[in-house]
């Protein structure tokens, strides 16, 4: 556990956690600790939180004064409170709907008095969405100090190394959309690397099953090493720069369907207007549907934009002269509808 060193659990949660009276109990939020551990845990990997829980046990965690002949304590000290953020987020948002009642033997009631009343649902749906979007954020902010960690050269703390030879980094850095940047040149989703963590089996499968048929398997293979190496060539980073809206339009269209509203951004949304409160309304399956459809709809379209300019290689490469394909050839006047 990444908490409660010499029992100061609750001046830890206290720390992180500003909006929690310092009487809270942390043994009330042990159990739940565990839920928000392994949420952090599946995105970076269990080896970068071994790192982390390893230094937090360790005698050199906070040290009183800074050691000058290890720097790397400090870092580490950051390390463990970027993950530990979002691990209470998560544990405090499991815990707060059951603390909200009291169990008795008479079943759950809810405490009264003159000076404290319960608060309104409508508050409590508020603060459950607001801790659900900080630990959100807290997640993206951990995966920004990873990220900025591997250009460190040399990096003592050793955080670099550990996170880019982790499992979770090596899956990324093998698709040919590996970074938020590469998806947000397609698609915006707010500059969160937490998204693109969860689309990355919508992102393999449509590497695996849309785009590697399109290459020859000495194509895909040199293409994948040279991004490992980062060392694209101009030729391939073109075909690179093709493939990745593709890939984008259809993990996305995938991703509609199958992963949960929470999991994107800010979910998925019809704006709405009351004459009481202005709010937004999840959407309804059918609209999913439709727009699952939409995006794959572009996504298509791309992967037949990338074909042709595989083609066009192909031809050019064999000395043979590049014809377009028209249209045209493709129309049949017995069909009313002609789709490109």
């Given at each position: 556990?990444?908490?409660?060193?010499?029992?100061?659990?609750?001046?830890?949660?206290?720390?992180?956690?500003?909006?929690?009276?310092?009487?809270?109990?942390?043994?009330?939020?042990?159990?739940?600790?565990?839920?928000?551990?392994?949420?952090?845990?599946?995105?970076?990997?269990?080896?970068?939180?071994?790192?982390?829980?390893?230094?937090?046990?360790?005698?050199?965690?906070?040290?009183?004064?800074?050691?000058?002949?290890?720097?790397?304590?400090?870092?580490?000290?950051?390390?463990?409170?970027?993950?530990?953020?979002?691990?209470?987020?998560?544990?405090?948002?499991?815990?707060?709907?059951?603390?909200?009642?009291?169990?008795?033997?008479?079943?759950?009631?809810?405490?009264?008095?003159?000076?404290?009343?319960?608060?309104?649902?409508?508050?409590?749906?508020?603060?459950?969405?607001?801790?659900?979007?900080?630990?959100?954020?807290?997640?993206?902010l951990l995966l920004d100090?990873?990220?900025?960690?591997?250009?460190?050269?040399?990096?003592?703390?050793?955080?670099?190394?550990?996170?880019?030879?982790?499992?979770?980094?090596?899956?990324?850095?093998?698709?040919?959309?590996?970074?938020?940047?590469?998806?947000?040149?397609?698609?915006?989703?707010?500059?969160?690397?937490?998204?693109?963590?969860?689309?990355?089996?919508?992102?393999?499968?449509?590497?695996?099953?849309?785009?590697?048929?399109?290459?020859?398997?000495?194509k895909y293979d040199t293409?994948?090493?040279?991004?490992?190496?980062?060392?694209?060539?101009?030729?391939?980073?073109?075909?690179?720069?093709?493939?990745?809206?593709?890939?984008?339009?259809?993990?996305?269209?995938?991703?509609?369907?199958?992963?949960?509203?929470?999991?994107?951004?800010?979910?998925?949304?019809?704006?709405?207007?009351?004459?009481?409160?202005?709010?937004?309304?999840?959407?309804?399956?059918?609209?999913?549907?439709?727009?699952?459809?939409?995006?794959?709809?572009?996504?298509?379209?791309?992967?037949?934009?990338?074909?042709?300019?595989?083609?066009?290689?192909?031809?050019?490469?064999?000395?043979?002269?590049?014809?377009?394909?028209?249209?045209?050839?493709?129309?049949?006047?017995?069909?009313?509808?002609?789709?490109?």
């Amino acid at each position: 556990m990444l908490f409660n060193k010499s029992n100061t659990g609750a001046a830890e949660l206290k720390e992180l956690l500003g909006f929690i009276y310092r009487s809270s109990k942390f043994e009330n939020l042990i159990s739940y600790i565990s839920f928000g551990e392994r949420e952090v845990r599946k995105i970076i990997g269990k080896e970068v939180f071994s790192l982390a829980e390893n230094h937090y046990k360790s005698e050199h965690y906070r040290l009183t004064e800074p050691d000058p002949e290890h720097p790397e304590y400090t870092v580490l000290d950051e390390f463990v409170i970027k993950i530990q953020l979002p691990c209470a987020l998560h544990s405090y948002r499991r815990y707060a709907p059951s603390n909200d009642v009291t169990h008795s033997d008479k079943g759950r009631q809810i405490f009264v008095s003159e000076d404290e009343k319960p608060a309104f649902e409508w508050m409590i749906d508020k603060d459950d969405k607001n801790l659900l979007d900080l630990a959100h954020e807290a997640v993206d902010l951990l995966l920004d100090f990873l990220g900025e960690r591997l250009s460190d050269d040399p990096d003592s703390s050793g955080i670099g190394a550990v996170w880019g030879g982790s499992e979770a980094y090596k899956t990324l850095k093998g698709l040919f959309v590996s970074s938020v940047s590469q998806f947000e040149e397609t698609f915006f989703v707010n500059g969160s690397n937490r998204v693109l963590f969860a689309l990355i089996p919508s992102l393999r499968e449509c590497q695996d099953n849309e785009i590697r048929p399109c290459l020859t398997q000495e194509k895909y293979d040199t293409i994948k090493e040279q991004m490992l190496d980062r060392d694209l060539s101009a030729e391939n980073t073109e075909i690179v720069n093709r493939i990745r809206p593709a890939m984008v339009y259809l993990s996305l269209s995938r991703a509609v369907k199958r992963l949960a509203i929470e999991v994107l951004p800010n979910g998925l949304f019809l704006n709405l207007v009351s004459s009481v409160i202005q709010g937004k309304t999840p959407t309804t399956a059918t609209d999913r549907i439709e727009l699952s459809k939409l995006l794959e709809q572009e996504g298509r379209r791309e992967l037949r934009k990338l074909t042709e300019y595989l083609r066009k290689l192909s031809q050019e490469a064999s000395g043979e002269s590049y014809t377009p394909v028209d249209p045209l050839e493709r129309m049949d006047s017995t069909q009313k509808y002609f789709r490109p």
